[in-house]
């Protein structure tokens, strides 16, 4: 799998869109600074028309300290989770 970095992605919208790097670059960092408000009040955020964002809680478990063997409880907390359309899903088979 081939990866971008964010300066990458960056250029690439400037090129597409006509806008300056630095000027898609404050937006996307709005968009990245509005998706951690949502998502940390429990928002569901649809950041495009085939991408949403949202949280979830996942309960306290039991589990093991890997360098004792001492069993340890997990402590609840919520975890980032991606759902895609499915014209994106069926663009991937």
């Known amino acids: 799998m081939e990866?971008?970095?964010?300066?990458n992605f960056?250029?690439?919208?400037?090129?597409?869109?006509?806008?300056?790097q630095k000027d898609v670059k404050a937006v996307l960092q709005a968009v990245d600074d509005l998706i951690f408000d949502y998502m940390a009040s429990g928002k569901k955020v649809r950041?495009?028309?085939?991408?949403?964002?949202?949280?979830v809680e996942v309960s306290e478990r039991p589990g093991r300290n890997v360098v004792?063997?001492?069993?340890?409880?997990?402590?609840?907390?919520?975890r980032p989770k991606a759902q895609f359309s499915?014209?994106?899903?069926?663009?991937l088979m």
């Open 86 to 91: 499915a014209p994106l899903k069926r663009s």
């Open 47 to 55: 950041v495009t028309p085939s991408v949403a964002l949202y949280s």
């Open 68 to 78: 004792t063997g001492e069993k340890v409880m997990i402590p609840a907390r919520k």
């Open 10 to 20: 960056v250029k690439e919208v400037a090129v597409k869109t006509g806008y300056t």
């Open 3 to 7: 990866k971008t970095t964010f300066n």
